[in-house]
């Protein structure tokens, strides 16, 4: 969310127009929150995504603001038999993880003692999953009633 704040600003506006200021989000209102769903649909297959590096959540959206049909669950956990069992605790639990974070807390770049932006340069970790580095970054609470010294604890 650091590196793209227009879609960390758009998912939060869905959230508040949908869910308000004063609840957190719960599985009930996922459907009503197609942004934020379109958030957990990552590919990098270049050949189906064009700038399939780039996080565009939009690319699985229709023209209406709607989800399309195309969800790279289908490949990314397998099919069939092959299908992964934990597919759907998976699911839910990034979707949870990614909705609670959006809905409580601000994500921004990191300033120096002077107030200048920090700026980086993404670094990744290879091997069975793709993983961010650590990286500087600003959390901040978007309400009074969020305690953030908890996620700034884990940084």
């Known amino acids: 969310m650091v590196l793209y704040p227009n ?3 758009r998912a939060q506006a869905e959230i508040d127009s949908v869910i308000g200021a ?3 989000p719960t599985f009930e209102d996922r ?3 197609p942004y934020v769903e379109s ?3 990552i590919s990098r297959d270049e050949k189906w995504y064009p700038e399939a ?3 565009i959540p ?4 229709d023209i209406d603001g709607e989800l399309t049909d195309d969800d790279p669950a289908g490949y990314v956990f397998g099919l069939g038999q ?3 069992p934990g ?3 998976a699911d839910a639990s990034v979707w949870s993880a990614i909705v609670t974070m959006l809905a409580m807390i601000e994500f921004s770049f990191a300033k120096d003692d002077q107030g200048k932006v920090i700026e980086f340069t993404p670094q990744f970790m290879m091997g069975l999953t793709h993983s961010p580095m650590v990286f500087p970054c600003s959390i901040s609470a978007r309400s009074r009633l969020v305690d953030v010294s908890y996620f700034n604890d884990l940084l």
Do not use: D, K, T
């Open 39 to 41: 958030q957990l649909g």
């Open 58 to 61: 939009e690319r699985f959206m």
């Open 82 to 84: 092959c299908g992964c």
């Open 53 to 55: 590096s780039n996080f």
């Open 31 to 33: 459907a009503l929150l």
């Open 22 to 24: 004063n609840h957190l």
């Open 87 to 89: 597919w759907y605790a």
């Open 7 to 9: 879609v960390q600003r």
